[in-house]
Protein backbone atom coordinates (compact mmCIF):
# COMPACT_ATOMS: atom_id res chain seq x y z
CA UNK A 1 0.00 0.00 0.00
CA UNK A 2 1.72 3.33 -0.82
CA UNK A 3 1.54 6.32 1.66
CA UNK A 4 -0.46 9.16 1.61
CA UNK A 5 0.85 12.78 2.26
CA UNK A 6 -1.46 14.31 4.96
CA UNK A 7 -0.34 17.99 6.78
CA UNK A 8 2.27 17.72 9.94
CA UNK A 9 1.16 18.47 12.81
CA UNK A 10 2.84 19.81 15.93
CA UNK A 11 3.33 16.24 17.73
CA UNK A 12 5.66 15.23 14.49
CA UNK A 13 8.32 17.43 14.89
CA UNK A 14 10.68 14.61 16.75
CA UNK A 15 9.81 11.93 14.19
CA UNK A 16 10.68 14.46 11.29
CA UNK A 17 14.04 15.79 12.82
CA UNK A 18 14.62 12.28 12.83
CA UNK A 19 13.78 11.73 9.48
CA UNK A 20 16.36 14.31 8.03
CA UNK A 21 18.91 12.83 10.00
CA UNK A 22 18.29 9.34 8.70
CA UNK A 23 18.23 11.18 4.97
CA UNK A 24 21.27 14.40 5.39
CA UNK A 25 22.97 13.04 8.36
CA UNK A 26 24.63 16.29 9.97
CA UNK A 27 24.97 18.28 6.79
CA UNK A 28 20.86 19.62 6.41
CA UNK A 29 22.06 23.15 6.44
CA UNK A 30 18.27 24.26 6.71
CA UNK A 31 16.13 24.96 9.69
CA UNK A 32 13.64 23.38 8.98
CA UNK A 33 14.59 19.84 9.59
CA UNK A 34 16.85 20.99 12.81
CA UNK A 35 15.51 23.61 14.68
CA UNK A 36 12.49 22.33 16.31
CA UNK A 37 11.44 26.10 16.93
CA UNK A 38 11.35 26.56 13.32
CA UNK A 39 9.76 23.81 12.36
CA UNK A 40 7.05 23.85 14.55
CA UNK A 41 6.58 28.09 13.92
CA UNK A 42 6.15 26.88 10.14
CA UNK A 43 3.82 23.94 10.56
CA UNK A 44 1.32 26.29 12.33
CA UNK A 45 1.96 29.23 9.47
CA UNK A 46 -0.91 29.92 7.01
CA UNK A 47 1.77 30.24 4.47
CA UNK A 48 2.87 27.32 4.89
CA UNK A 49 1.77 23.99 3.47
CA UNK A 50 4.06 20.96 5.53
CA UNK A 51 3.26 17.90 4.18
CA UNK A 52 4.21 14.10 5.75
CA UNK A 53 3.48 10.37 4.57
CA UNK A 54 3.67 7.77 7.04
CA UNK A 55 4.46 4.01 6.39
CA UNK A 56 1.13 1.70 6.05
CA UNK A 57 1.18 -0.70 9.18
CA UNK A 58 4.10 0.90 11.08
CA UNK A 59 2.59 4.75 10.83
CA UNK A 60 6.52 6.10 10.98
CA UNK A 61 6.67 8.78 8.63
CA UNK A 62 8.80 8.55 5.75
CA UNK A 63 8.50 12.05 2.86
CA UNK A 64 8.24 15.05 4.12
CA UNK A 65 7.72 18.36 1.86
CA UNK A 66 7.55 21.65 2.49
CA UNK A 67 5.98 24.56 0.19
CA UNK A 68 5.75 28.34 1.07
CA UNK A 69 3.49 30.33 -0.38
CA UNK A 70 3.80 34.54 -0.76
CA UNK A 71 0.39 35.45 -0.95
CA UNK A 72 1.02 39.00 -2.14
CA UNK A 73 2.95 37.59 -5.14
CA UNK A 74 1.81 34.96 -5.78
CA UNK A 75 4.91 33.41 -5.66
CA UNK A 76 5.41 29.59 -4.12
CA UNK A 77 8.80 27.48 -2.77
CA UNK A 78 9.30 24.23 -2.36
CA UNK A 79 12.01 22.79 -0.44
CA UNK A 80 13.03 20.19 2.57
CA UNK A 81 11.82 17.11 0.62
CA UNK A 82 13.09 14.09 2.09
CA UNK A 83 12.33 10.13 2.04
CA UNK A 84 13.27 7.55 4.19
CA UNK A 85 16.11 5.17 2.62
CA UNK A 86 13.62 2.10 2.98
CA UNK A 87 10.81 3.99 0.99
CA UNK A 88 13.11 5.00 -2.02
CA UNK A 89 12.25 3.78 -5.56
CA UNK A 90 8.30 3.61 -4.50
CA UNK A 91 7.60 6.28 -6.34
CA UNK A 92 7.26 8.88 -3.19
CA UNK A 93 8.97 11.90 -4.02
CA UNK A 94 7.15 11.56 -7.10
CA UNK A 95 4.04 11.92 -5.71
CA UNK A 96 5.20 14.39 -3.02
CA UNK A 97 6.37 16.86 -5.36
CA UNK A 98 3.07 16.46 -7.78
CA UNK A 99 0.53 16.63 -4.53
CA UNK A 100 1.99 20.08 -3.08
CA UNK A 101 2.73 21.48 -6.58
CA UNK A 102 -0.95 20.34 -7.66
CA UNK A 103 -2.38 22.01 -4.10
CA UNK A 104 -0.01 25.49 -4.52
CA UNK A 105 -0.88 25.94 -8.60
CA UNK A 106 -4.66 23.97 -8.47
CA UNK A 107 -8.15 26.12 -8.81
CA UNK A 108 -7.76 26.73 -5.69
CA UNK A 109 -3.99 27.31 -5.54
CA UNK A 110 -2.96 30.27 -3.91
CA UNK A 111 0.19 30.76 -6.08
CA UNK A 112 0.88 31.40 -9.71
CA UNK A 113 4.31 29.92 -10.31
CA UNK A 114 6.27 27.89 -7.69
CA UNK A 115 10.05 26.89 -7.94
CA UNK A 116 12.53 25.08 -5.68
CA UNK A 117 16.85 24.05 -5.91
CA UNK A 118 17.81 20.38 -6.36
CA UNK A 119 21.01 19.14 -5.32
CA UNK A 120 23.71 18.10 -7.96
CA UNK A 121 25.01 14.93 -6.62
CA UNK A 122 22.52 13.10 -8.24
CA UNK A 123 20.21 13.49 -11.03
CA UNK A 124 17.25 12.06 -9.14
CA UNK A 125 16.17 15.23 -7.15
CA UNK A 126 16.06 16.91 -10.68
CA UNK A 127 14.51 14.58 -12.71
CA UNK A 128 11.83 14.02 -10.33
CA UNK A 129 10.64 17.70 -10.66
CA UNK A 130 11.12 17.71 -14.09
CA UNK A 131 8.88 14.78 -14.29
CA UNK A 132 6.01 16.70 -12.54
CA UNK A 133 6.19 19.47 -15.06
CA UNK A 134 8.96 21.88 -13.75
CA UNK A 135 11.47 23.97 -16.10
CA UNK A 136 15.19 23.66 -16.00
CA UNK A 137 15.98 27.65 -15.20
CA UNK A 138 19.55 27.84 -14.58
CA UNK A 139 22.42 26.89 -11.81
CA UNK A 140 23.90 28.48 -8.39
CA UNK A 141 27.53 27.33 -8.97
CA UNK A 142 29.11 26.61 -4.66
CA UNK A 143 26.01 27.38 -3.25
CA UNK A 144 27.29 26.13 -0.07
CA UNK A 145 24.14 23.72 1.53
CA UNK A 146 25.67 20.33 2.27
CA UNK A 147 29.31 19.61 3.22
CA UNK A 148 31.61 21.51 0.51
CA UNK A 149 30.15 24.37 -1.87
CA UNK A 150 28.02 22.40 -3.77
CA UNK A 151 26.40 23.59 -7.11
CA UNK A 152 22.56 23.75 -7.08
CA UNK A 153 19.95 24.22 -10.02
CA UNK A 154 16.59 26.21 -10.13
CA UNK A 155 13.31 24.70 -11.50
CA UNK A 156 10.08 26.32 -11.33
CA UNK A 157 6.62 25.19 -12.37
CA UNK A 158 3.64 27.97 -13.78
CA UNK A 159 0.00 27.71 -13.66
CA UNK A 160 -1.28 27.38 -17.23
CA UNK A 161 -1.46 30.68 -19.18
CA UNK A 162 0.78 32.86 -17.00
CA UNK A 163 3.69 32.26 -19.37
CA UNK A 164 2.27 33.33 -22.30
CA UNK A 165 1.64 36.74 -20.38
CA UNK A 166 5.31 37.82 -20.10
CA UNK A 167 6.02 41.05 -20.65
CA UNK A 168 8.90 42.05 -23.15
CA UNK A 169 12.22 43.01 -22.43
CA UNK A 170 13.26 45.83 -24.90
CA UNK A 171 17.20 44.93 -24.91
CA UNK A 172 19.89 43.12 -22.78
CA UNK A 173 23.38 42.94 -22.53
CA UNK A 174 25.57 40.75 -25.16
CA UNK A 175 26.76 38.33 -22.13
CA UNK A 176 23.19 37.73 -20.99
CA UNK A 177 22.13 36.30 -24.83
CA UNK A 178 23.40 32.49 -23.82
CA UNK A 179 21.23 32.21 -20.68
CA UNK A 180 18.00 34.11 -22.60
CA UNK A 181 18.65 31.49 -25.25
CA UNK A 182 18.65 28.14 -23.01
CA UNK A 183 15.77 29.76 -21.09
CA UNK A 184 13.56 30.54 -24.30
CA UNK A 185 13.90 26.45 -25.22
CA UNK A 186 13.76 25.58 -21.89
CA UNK A 187 10.04 27.21 -21.36
CA UNK A 188 9.36 25.73 -24.75
CA UNK A 189 6.98 28.95 -26.44
CA UNK A 190 8.71 29.34 -30.05
CA UNK A 191 6.16 31.71 -30.85
CA UNK A 192 7.56 34.71 -28.32
CA UNK A 193 10.10 36.87 -29.36
CA UNK A 194 13.50 37.27 -27.78
CA UNK A 195 14.81 40.46 -26.63
CA UNK A 196 17.06 42.07 -28.90
CA UNK A 197 21.36 41.99 -28.05
CA UNK A 198 23.04 44.84 -27.36
CA UNK A 199 26.95 45.69 -27.00
CA UNK A 200 27.07 49.24 -25.85
CA UNK A 201 30.69 50.99 -26.75
CA UNK A 202 33.15 50.86 -24.31
CA UNK A 203 33.32 54.43 -22.16
CA UNK A 204 35.13 57.28 -23.05
CA UNK A 205 37.55 58.76 -20.70
CA UNK A 206 34.75 61.24 -19.94
CA UNK A 207 32.26 58.75 -19.23
CA UNK A 208 34.07 57.36 -16.11
CA UNK A 209 34.02 58.79 -12.75
CA UNK A 210 37.00 59.04 -10.47
CA UNK A 211 35.20 59.29 -6.53
CA UNK A 212 36.72 57.57 -3.86
CA UNK A 213 34.80 54.36 -2.94
CA UNK A 214 32.70 55.14 0.68
CA UNK A 215 34.15 53.25 3.66
CA UNK A 216 31.39 49.99 4.48
CA UNK A 217 31.13 48.92 7.81
CA UNK A 218 28.62 45.96 8.73
CA UNK A 219 26.03 45.80 11.31
CA UNK A 220 25.16 42.58 12.60
CA UNK A 221 21.82 43.41 14.16
CA UNK A 222 18.57 41.30 12.59
CA UNK A 223 15.64 43.04 13.77
CA UNK A 224 17.29 46.50 13.30
CA UNK A 225 17.95 45.65 9.98
CA UNK A 226 14.74 44.41 9.14
CA UNK A 227 12.72 47.64 10.80
CA UNK A 228 15.84 50.22 9.32
CA UNK A 229 14.73 48.12 5.29
CA UNK A 230 11.13 48.68 5.77
CA UNK A 231 11.53 52.36 6.87
CA UNK A 232 13.96 53.05 4.12
CA UNK A 233 13.21 51.19 1.15
CA UNK A 234 9.16 52.10 0.57
CA UNK A 235 9.01 51.24 -3.34
CA UNK A 236 7.61 47.41 -3.49
CA UNK A 237 9.81 47.10 -6.89
CA UNK A 238 12.91 47.48 -5.23
CA UNK A 239 12.02 45.43 -1.90
CA UNK A 240 10.92 42.47 -4.35
CA UNK A 241 13.23 39.05 -3.40
CA UNK A 242 10.70 36.47 -2.61
CA UNK A 243 11.79 34.81 0.32
CA UNK A 244 14.32 36.38 1.98
CA UNK A 245 14.34 39.48 4.31
CA UNK A 246 17.67 41.73 5.52
CA UNK A 247 19.56 40.53 8.65
CA UNK A 248 22.87 42.90 8.21
CA UNK A 249 23.07 46.28 7.22
CA UNK A 250 26.23 47.90 5.11
CA UNK A 251 26.14 51.90 5.91
CA UNK A 252 28.83 53.80 4.65
CA UNK A 253 31.34 55.46 7.52
CA UNK A 254 30.14 58.82 6.47
CA UNK A 255 26.22 58.23 6.27
CA UNK A 256 25.29 58.51 2.73
CA UNK A 257 24.30 54.85 1.73
CA UNK A 258 22.97 51.60 3.06
CA UNK A 259 22.47 48.27 1.48
CA UNK A 260 20.71 45.75 2.96
CA UNK A 261 21.30 41.83 2.80
CA UNK A 262 20.35 38.39 3.70
CA UNK A 263 23.80 36.61 5.44
CA UNK A 264 23.98 33.39 6.35
CA UNK A 265 27.04 32.47 7.88
CA UNK A 266 26.96 29.08 8.53
CA UNK A 267 27.03 28.01 4.53
CA UNK A 268 28.27 31.78 2.94
CA UNK A 269 25.22 32.25 1.15
CA UNK A 270 24.54 36.09 0.78
CA UNK A 271 21.40 38.10 -1.07
CA UNK A 272 22.16 41.37 -1.69
CA UNK A 273 18.44 42.58 -1.38
CA UNK A 274 18.32 46.67 -1.79
CA UNK A 275 19.70 49.95 -1.42
CA UNK A 276 19.10 53.46 -0.08
CA UNK A 277 20.51 54.65 -3.60
CA UNK A 278 17.80 53.59 -6.54
CA UNK A 279 19.73 52.55 -9.00
CA UNK A 280 22.48 49.94 -8.93
CA UNK A 281 24.59 52.36 -11.05
CA UNK A 282 24.60 54.93 -8.50
CA UNK A 283 26.66 52.55 -6.40
CA UNK A 284 29.57 51.95 -9.46
CA UNK A 285 32.07 53.09 -7.42
CA UNK A 286 31.12 51.26 -4.15
CA UNK A 287 30.53 48.10 -5.30
CA UNK A 288 33.65 46.65 -4.59
CA UNK A 289 33.91 47.80 -0.93
CA UNK A 290 30.47 46.28 -0.25
CA UNK A 291 31.45 42.97 -1.38
CA UNK A 292 34.81 43.31 0.32
CA UNK A 293 32.92 44.03 3.82
CA UNK A 294 30.77 40.91 3.00
CA UNK A 295 33.21 38.80 2.25
CA UNK A 296 34.77 39.67 5.53
CA UNK A 297 32.19 38.68 7.31
CA UNK A 298 31.75 35.24 5.87
CA UNK A 299 30.37 36.11 2.68
CA UNK A 300 31.17 33.50 -0.40
CA UNK A 301 28.26 33.21 -2.63
CA UNK A 302 26.71 36.69 -3.43
CA UNK A 303 23.20 37.25 -5.45
CA UNK A 304 21.02 39.80 -6.67
CA UNK A 305 17.72 39.18 -7.87
CA UNK A 306 16.87 42.00 -10.59
CA UNK A 307 14.54 42.51 -13.66
CA UNK A 308 15.49 41.35 -16.90
CA UNK A 309 14.79 44.75 -18.65
CA UNK A 310 17.12 46.83 -16.17
CA UNK A 311 19.91 46.91 -18.70
CA UNK A 312 22.39 49.27 -17.17
CA UNK A 313 22.35 47.66 -13.51
CA UNK A 314 23.04 44.03 -15.56
CA UNK A 315 25.99 45.77 -17.20
CA UNK A 316 27.28 47.13 -14.05
CA UNK A 317 26.67 43.76 -12.36
CA UNK A 318 28.73 42.15 -15.50
CA UNK A 319 31.19 44.72 -14.82
CA UNK A 320 31.30 44.02 -10.86
CA UNK A 321 31.81 39.51 -11.87
CA UNK A 322 28.19 38.98 -11.32
CA UNK A 323 27.05 36.28 -14.36
CA UNK A 324 23.63 35.38 -14.99
CA UNK A 325 23.46 32.22 -13.33
CA UNK A 326 19.66 31.59 -14.03
CA UNK A 327 16.81 33.24 -15.09
CA UNK A 328 13.17 33.18 -13.68
CA UNK A 329 10.40 33.81 -16.27
CA UNK A 330 7.08 35.40 -15.26
CA UNK A 331 8.17 35.66 -12.03
CA UNK A 332 6.28 38.93 -10.85
CA UNK A 333 3.16 39.96 -11.97
CA UNK A 334 2.91 43.73 -13.38
CA UNK A 335 -0.42 45.26 -14.42
CA UNK A 336 -1.81 42.31 -16.97
CA UNK A 337 1.08 40.52 -17.63
CA UNK A 338 4.42 39.11 -16.08
CA UNK A 339 7.64 40.80 -15.56
CA UNK A 340 11.12 38.50 -16.25
CA UNK A 341 13.86 38.44 -13.79
CA UNK A 342 17.51 36.87 -13.36
CA UNK A 343 19.96 35.89 -11.10
CA UNK A 344 23.40 36.95 -11.16
CA UNK A 345 25.93 35.22 -9.26
CA UNK A 346 28.87 35.99 -8.14
CA UNK A 347 31.66 33.15 -5.95
CA UNK A 348 33.93 34.30 -3.82
CA UNK A 349 35.52 30.58 -4.18
CA UNK A 350 37.47 28.90 -6.72
CA UNK A 351 34.76 26.51 -8.74
CA UNK A 352 34.44 23.07 -8.32
CA UNK A 353 32.47 20.77 -11.15
CA UNK A 354 34.06 17.74 -9.75
CA UNK A 355 31.55 15.12 -9.27
CA UNK A 356 28.75 17.20 -10.88
CA UNK A 357 25.52 14.88 -11.59
CA UNK A 358 23.58 16.92 -13.69
CA UNK A 359 20.89 16.70 -16.54
CA UNK A 360 20.74 17.14 -19.97
CA UNK A 361 17.71 20.19 -19.30
CA UNK A 362 20.59 22.51 -17.37
CA UNK A 363 23.47 21.60 -19.60
CA UNK A 364 22.74 24.76 -21.72
CA UNK A 365 22.88 26.62 -18.41
CA UNK A 366 25.80 25.34 -16.97
CA UNK A 367 28.32 25.90 -20.73
CA UNK A 368 26.81 29.64 -20.42
CA UNK A 369 28.33 30.15 -17.42
CA UNK A 370 31.57 28.27 -17.71
CA UNK A 371 32.01 30.17 -20.73
CA UNK A 372 31.14 33.38 -19.24
CA UNK A 373 33.24 32.99 -15.81
CA UNK A 374 36.35 32.22 -18.66
CA UNK A 375 36.14 35.35 -20.08
CA UNK A 376 35.86 37.27 -17.47
CA UNK A 377 38.58 35.21 -15.20
CA UNK A 378 40.64 33.64 -17.26
CA UNK A 379 41.11 36.34 -19.72
CA UNK A 380 44.59 36.61 -21.01
CA UNK A 381 44.30 38.84 -23.90
CA UNK A 382 45.13 42.14 -21.50
CA UNK A 383 47.93 40.45 -19.76
CA UNK A 384 49.88 39.43 -22.94
CA UNK A 385 50.99 42.15 -25.21
Known amino acids: M ?27 ALPLGTDPAVMAREISCAETTWLTAREPGSARIVGSIIGTVDRHQRLGKLQGLAIHP ?16 ELLLGKEGAADSIYGTARTTSTAPQRICLSAGFRALGIFPNLHKA ?12 RPGVLERRLPVPAIPAELEPLVNALHNSVGLPEQKLPP ?18 DMELVDAP ?3 LRRFTETIPDPCQRFYPFHTPNVLLSAVDGTLEVYAQLNRSDGYCALIAATEPQLTDLAEDFESVITTLAAHGASHLEALLPLDRYQDLRLLLARGFLPAAAYPAMRRQGEGWRDYVVMARSLQPLDFRGLSIDAA ?4 TEQYIELWKQHYLNTQEVFH
Not at 10 to 22: A, G, H, K, M
Open 197 to 214: VTEPPPPSPTDRTHRRPR
Open 2 to 28: TPHFTSARPEDINELLTLYRQVYGGSY
Open 86 to 101: DARGTGLARQAVHQLS
Open 223 to 225: HFA
Open 362 to 365: FQPF
Open 147 to 158: ERHETMVLLAKH
